[in-house]
């Protein structure tokens, strides 16, 4: 499989685009190369080859959204490997309204399994299309913000950016 890398440069670090030439298959923060590599290679196999080349009209779309057009990304086509749970709750994540939150717990019972909140959390930190499919979006039940792949300033910079209120605790 051909894959081609895109960059854009955001108010919260340089961005990976990363397409088949017909769905974004990864959007991962460049200096999360780590993870990001390490996502490519589970999902794609240590063969996938990335070379450059504009994804698909993504950057302009992504930047759309840092501009302030929170919905600009809720169309774009993606394409991901992983298991049938994870796909249920990538699906899932794209339900969520920009400006809102729900907790793991709630992302559960969505999908027709209440007691798998833990497992839900683990399917959110392998989502491989962060931002378009919108896992920043899942807070602990306290409301604390928990986990992100790009880190916790980046989920609480989303958050805002989209007019999520926030506890005291997190802001």
């Not at 309204?97 to 559960?108: C, D, K, M, N, R």
Request: some cysteine; overall charge neutral.
């Amino acid at each position: 499989m051909d894959l081609f890398v895109d960059q854009l440069d955001s108010p919260i670090g340089k961005i990976a685009l990363i397409s088949d030439g017909e769905a974004l298959r990864v959007l991962d923060f460049v200096d999360c190369e780590e993870r990001m590599q390490r996502l490519l290679t589970l999902h794609y196999g240590a063969r996938a080859a990335v070379e450059s080349r504009e994804s698909l009209g993504v950057k302009r779309i992504v930047e759309a959204y840092f501009e302030g057009d929170l919905t600009s990304v809720d169309g774009i086509a993606v394409r991901t490997e992983g298991t049938l749970f994870q796909k249920q709750v990538w699906a899932e994540l794209r339900k969520i309204p920009a400006g809102t939150t729900l907790s793991y717990g709630e992302l559960a019972r969505r999908i027709g399994k209440p007691a798998a909140s833990r497992a839900v959390g683990l399917a959110n930190g392998s989502n491989p299309i962060g931002i378009v499919v919108p896992c920043h979006r899942v807070i602990g039940s306290t409301g604390a913000l928990t986990g992100y792949g790009g880190g916790i300033e980046r989920k609480r910079w989303l958050l805002r950016h989209e007019g999520a209120q926030l506890s005291l605790a997190t802001l």
